[in-house]
């Protein structure tokens, strides 16, 4: 794919699980690869190596299968016994490798964090031997438009993918803005943030998202 003609396409929150999940299985339970209708429900709704915890049904993982077999990065294939199974096609749609998969399923199935954070969580998908075997990676994939930094240069800085839709990366950067105003108010203090509530508010966002984007098929079948 040539670079400069790739275009970032904003997934839904239950579109960015799935596919996260789908590489995710590729990588860690091959042998359980492509993956059924109900193995991805319940991959994406495990509670390890999760952030936020999801509650997804069949219909709307179906729906966030529809989505991404519609920008082509997911394939539908025939199983064993002829049922329907599903593989992704992340390589090709973003136009990235192994080393950089690993590093945007992290960040797909537990949104923004530090390199430390997606060195230790990416290094069960691919081997990170340092940082510095890791940081050419988020760079590449900073140039394709893929990652960005989410705030200064630094000890704790923060990298998100760009695959959120417009009103979560408001939120994202507000919540953000909010933790470097709290960090510079209080410099001596050690920044700590209410896991439980923050996480609350983004299944709440989530959940509304995923209502959204349901209604708006339903409407457009509707008019069709």
């Not at 999940?21 to 590729?26: D, F, N, P």
């Not at 192994?98 to 060195?119: F, K």
């Amino acid at each position: 794919m040539d670079e400069e003609s790739r275009e970032v396409v904003a997934l839904s929150a239950a579109a960015r699980r799935v596919l996260g999940v789908l590489v995710e299985k590729a990588k860690t339970t091959p042998d359980h690869y492509p993956l059924t209708l109900n193995a991805i429900v319940t991959a994406s709704n495990q509670k390890s190596n999760r952030d936020p915890k999801m509650d997804l049904d069949e219909d709307q993982a179906l729906l966030a299968l529809d989505e991404l077999k519609s920008v082509k990065a997911v394939r539908e294939v025939q199983g064993n016994g002829r049922s329907i199974k599903y593989r992704h096609a992340a390589y090709e749609w973003m136009d990235i490798d192994g080393a950089e998969s690993a590093v945007m399923t992290e960040l797909l199935l537990r949104g923004p964090q530090t390199i430390g954070e997606i060195r230790t969580r990416a290094s069960r998908m691919h081997p990170f031997a340092d940082l510095a075997s890791l940081q050419p990676v988020v760079d590449q994939l900073c140039g394709k438009a893929l990652v960005e930094p989410m705030s200064p240069p630094g000890r704790g800085q923060m990298f998100t993918h760009t695959l959120y839709q417009n009103h979560e990366k408001q939120f994202l950067s507000a919540r953000m803005e909010k933790r470097q105003a709290s960090n510079a108010e209080h410099p001596n203090d050690v920044a700590t943030v209410n896991s439980d509530t923050v996480e609350k508010l983004v299944l709440k966002l989530e959940e509304v998202t995923s209502r959204i984007d349901e209604l708006e098929k339903r409407l457009a079948e509707l008019e069709s």
